[in-house]
């Protein structure tokens, strides 16, 4: 072989090898920081991951925000009218969170299936919701007013 095509061949193959590391270091590294969106009907039926990051929305149940009065501890539940999930969040919650209102929480979900919130989001205005929450809210209604007489 000429030795410039085996200069050649050297660099492809240099070329081919790093560049295929590098895209697997990527893939590994976003690997950790996906967290899907399940509806609390999911979570409640076990589908929902424990253990992994995972983002769960629906309307804050009323009268169900209990705020612990030595720490910035907050329990409150999520409902899609179908299924409800308990949450605990840590940390000061958005000025528009509240009983009746949109809300995404991000978390972890524990093996007795309440999140552990590390972040908390609350719809901005009264037009807006999440499209997740918005799909999951009327999907619900829609198996509810199927089961209907």
Same mark, same amino acid.
């Given at each position: 072989?000429? $030795? /410039?095509?085996?200069?050649?061949?050297?660099?492809?193959? #240099?070329?081919? +090898? +790093?560049?295929?590391?590098?895209?697997?270091?990527?893939? !590994?590294?976003?690997? @950790?920081?996906?967290?899907? #969106? !399940?509806?609390?009907? %999911? /979570?409640?039926? @076990?589908?929902? $991951?424990?253990? =992994?990051?995972?983002?769960?929305?629906?309307?804050? /149940? %009323?009268?169900?925000?209990?705020?612990?009065?030595?720490?910035? %501890? &907050?329990? +409150?539940?999520? &409902? *899609? +009218?179908?299924?409800?999930?308990?949450? /605990? !969040?840590? @940390?000061?919650? $958005? *000025?528009?969170?509240?009983?009746?209102?949109?809300?995404?929480?991000?978390?972890?979900?524990? %093996?007795?299936?309440?999140?552990?919130?590390?972040?908390?989001?609350?719809?901005?205005?009264?037009? !807006?919701?999440?499209?997740?929450?918005?799909?999951?809210?009327?999907?619900?209604?829609?198996?509810? =007013?199927? =089961?209907? $007489?």
């Amino acid at each position: 072989m000429h $030795p /410039v095509r085996k200069q050649r061949l050297y660099l492809v193959v #240099f070329l081919v +090898f +790093f560049s295929s590391a590098a895209i697997a270091l990527v893939a !590994y590294a976003l690997r @950790g920081n996906i967290n899907l #969106f !399940y509806p609390p009907a %999911e /979570v409640a039926a @076990g589908l929902a $991951p424990v253990g =992994q990051s995972i983002r769960v929305g629906g309307m804050v /149940v %009323e009268d169900s925000i209990i705020r612990s009065p030595d720490s910035l %501890e &907050t329990r +409150f539940e999520v &409902t *899609d +009218f179908e299924a409800v999930v308990p949450v /605990v !969040y840590v @940390g000061i919650l $958005p *000025d528009l969170f509240g009983e009746g209102q949109g809300a995404v929480a991000a978390g972890r979900l524990d %093996e007795n299936g309440v999140l552990q919130a590390s972040e908390v989001l609350a719809k901005h205005d009264e037009n !807006y919701m999440p499209p997740e929450v918005a799909e999951a809210l009327a999907a619900s209604k829609a198996r509810m =007013q199927e =089961q209907a $007489p």
